[in-house]
């Protein structure tokens, strides 16, 4: 179901028009659906209903702390990758037992903590960091259960700046580096072997991929025969940013699931980040003005690619929606862009755009995974507002940063 939706010409998240929030809060800002955020969740966990996963929400998708705080009300865990992102998931009151521990380049601190919060795993990347975490736990009398996380050489068909799982990334160990590493570390007393790791990209949308993977993972089980307690199968399920891109199909990748945990003792992870996140956010902005140059109009918004930066690092295409639906149409191609002094500073070139004018509002849509978090303060501006939808209320969970903060420091 969508909740963000247009209702008699005017957009609306849930039971409010956009524009009642477009001008009680100044613009920019993010503006999110919670009933979205939690139906988003529940379909995820009933696509999967049969093999009862951990799902440990993606925290670098979105780490505002009221969204993680209403993940951890339906039983969310956490997928981290820094000691930042694990101390907001505590704080979120994620328990630690669902909380795993990733990333390629984990510092002496981070594995420290990690161990004393007694996180479900630190799924390592390398021998080095294998050897550093036995060498802290020993410090710390502790035994920690650990994941090795596998580098199969498959690829999503993604973005090549979102795909991991290819032979020439730094992520993961090899398929032999895998074997020889898991058979050193049953050997080391001050750790514990608990799991298999695996994440190849992000925005996959083809059930193939994963097919792949978990066929290499079979073929590593059964010849290292370690009864692993869980495998971590990683997030990347994509989503639809437009009516012309397909979904990834979870019951189908369900169903390979199952089967592939038949007659196997093992609990599946499962690092959703942009299936659950990503349409339930908004980012609102201004028109500034419309400039007119060589038959093309530049709609100028108060929204620069500081504050979503997809477009530019990614070359993602998010739709654009007036707040009020107009029903006339521009002749000639707009193109959205930002005050940014950059060239990249663009959203979207659109022929047959309706009529907007300067002072008017528009909405970027499904900015709800890697719009925030991707923020900066680029061109010494302040980072945005953030707005919480449920129903008929409203309530703003994250405050704009003040110019006064933002040049003191």
Avoid at 108 to 117: D, G, N, P, T
Avoid at 172 to 197: A, H, P, Q, R, W
Avoid at 358 to 385: C, F, K, Q, W
Wanted: positive net charge; charged residues 25%.
């Amino acid at each position: 179901m969508n909740y963000i939706r247009l209702r008699k010409n005017n957009l609306c998240v849930e039971n409010i028009s956009t524009l009642t929030l477009a001008k009680k809060y100044r613009t920019p800002f993010y503006c999110y659906s919670l009933s979205q955020l939690k139906n988003n969740f529940y379909s995820f966990k009933n696509a999967f209903k049969i093999i009862k996963p951990i799902v440990a929400f993606s925290i670098k998708s979105n780490s505002n702390l009221a969204l993680l705080k209403e993940l951890k009300k339906i039983g969310s865990g956490a997928d981290v990758v820094s000691v930042g992102e694990l101390l907001k998931a505590i704080k979120a009151g994620i328990n630690t037992k669902k909380i795993v521990f990733s990333g390629v380049g984990k510092t002496e601190e981070e594995i420290r903590m990690a161990i004393k919060k007694r996180v479900l795993l630190i799924n390592v990347e390398s021998e080095s960091e294998v050897n550093l975490v036995n060498k802290i736990s020993k410090k710390l009398s502790k035994k920690t259960s650990i994941g090795v996380r596998l580098n199969p050489n498959v690829t999503g068909k993604t973005h090549k700046k979102i795909s991991t799982g290819g032979r020439g990334e730094k992520f993961g160990v090899t398929y032999n580096d895998c074997i020889n590493l898991c058979e050193k570390i049953l050997k080391m007393k001050n750790l514990k072997l608990e799991g298999l790791s695996v994440h190849i990209g992000s925005q996959i949308t083809n059930i193939k991929p994963f097919k792949e993977v978990l066929s290499i993972i079979n073929k590593i089980i059964n010849k290292i025969k370690i009864d692993f307690k869980f495998i971590d199968l990683g997030g990347g399920m994509g989503i639809s940013y437009s009516n012309k891109e397909q979904h990834l199909n979870l019951k189908q990748y369900s169903r390979l699931v199952k089967k592939f945990i038949k007659n196997k003792n093992v609990k599946i992870i499962f690092e959703p980040g942009r299936f659950i996140i990503g349409n339930t956010g908004i980012l609102i902005s201004k028109i500034i003005y419309i400039k007119k140059s060589n038959n093309k109009n530049f709609i100028i918004l108060d929204a620069g690619m500081n504050d979503l930066m997809r477009p530019a690092l990614y070359a993602a295409q998010h739709q654009i929606i007036p707040l009020r639906k107009t029903n006339k149409k521009f002749r000639e191609i707009v193109e959205f862009v930002g005050p940014i002094c950059e060239s990249s500073d663009k959203f979207l070139t659109q022929r047959g755009f309706e009529k907007i004018k300067e002072g008017d509002y528009v909405a970027l849509t499904h900015v709800g995974a890697y719009g925030m978090s991707l923020s900066s303060n680029y061109n010494t501006r302040p980072t945005i507002a953030e707005i919480l939808v449920s129903g008929s209320k409203h309530k703003l969970i994250k405050k704009r940063q003040s110019l006064e903060n933002l040049i003191n420091n």
